[in-house]
């Protein structure tokens, strides 16, 4: 196979991975999801026990949504590590690897986020 049929070949895989990984985040993400609009109400100014609760969940989705993303750049860079040939391949794997970290860093605050907030809705049963 010629190196830019086996690039071909690597982007087709790698598109298809990506579609799967990303449908199946948006689908579970959109359960617990505000909107832009909501989000901003009730980030600058929560005032019930289910603001808070609702940020918590718009915290927990996001967090997910990097942890999916993490997931499908550690696949890229991987697929990307079996074509070491292909200068293309390389490029996109590292860029991959380093968004991938970047997602996994992420994750700690918006659960740290989310964790503040359910906080602040058990103070309001008290």
């Known amino acids: 196979m010629t190196r830019t049929a086996s690039g071909k070949a690597w982007l087709a895989v790698l598109a298809l991975l990506a579609l799967g990984i990303v449908a199946?985040?948006?689908a579970s993400a959109q359960t617990a999801r505000l909107t832009e609009a909501q989000f901003h109400a009730l980030a600058l100014s929560p005032k019930t026990?289910?603001?808070?609760r609702n940020l918590a969940?718009?915290?927990?989705?996001h967090a997910a949504e990097h942890e999916t993303d993490a997931k499908l750049h550690d696949q890229i860079y991987a697929a990307a590590k079996r074509t070491p040939d292909d200068d293309q391949a390389w490029e996109i794997?590292?860029?991959?690897?380093h968004y991938a970290e970047h997602s996994r860093e992420a994750v700690v605050p918006l659960r740290d986020l989310a964790a503040i907030h359910d906080g602040i809705a058990e103070r309001f049963k008290k």
Do not use: S
Request: aromatic content about 12%; overall charge neutral.
């Open 93 to 97: 794997g590292q860029a991959a690897r």
């Open 24 to 26: 199946v985040a948006a």
């Open 57 to 61: 969940a718009f915290y927990r989705a």
């Open 49 to 52: 026990a289910d603001d808070h």
